[in-house]
């Protein structure tokens, strides 16, 4: 069967690293069903959600131990702070400049994680 059309290959690669990772996870523990998987995503981390839910469900089809697992999907704010001023701003708001005193020397704290943040069997 091929990937559904709205399975992106990016997006594909990650689920199937998740799917490996919480299938060794699984044989470590002795787990026989993950009831579900929290992933914690951040807003810049160029990961599109509603892919990734559809590469979920062609991924799961082919898993044993994730055929009932539900992908939970909190979502990282991202956040930038100036060099300058010290100030954290949003970066999607914002983007590279301070809104406090117009500095582009900025970076990105928070908000480019791909993270497994729970896995409930």
């Keep these: ?13 990650l689920v199937t690293h998740v799917a490996r990772t919480i299938e060794e996870i699984s044989r470590e523990e002795a787990l ?13 981390s160029g990961v599109i959600s509603d892919y990734l839910m559809d590469c979920w469900e ?29 100030k954290p701003y949003s970066t999607m708001e914002f983007k590279k400049i301070c809104p406090y005193c117009g500095s582009k020397l900025t970076h ?14």
């Design 1 to 13: 069967k091929s990937v559904e059309r709205g399975c992106k290959m990016h997006e594909l690669g």
């Design 32 to 44: 026989t069903r993950v009831a579900s998987v929290t992933l914690e995503i951040g807003e810049v």
């Design 58 to 86: 062609y991924f799961r089809e082919k898993s044993e131990i994730l055929k009932e697992a539900k992908l939970e999907i909190q979502k990282i704010p991202a956040v930038t702070i100036c060099d300058d001023c010290g």
């Design 108 to 121: 990105l704290v928070m908000g480019n994680e791909f993270n497994i943040k729970e896995i409930e069997a």
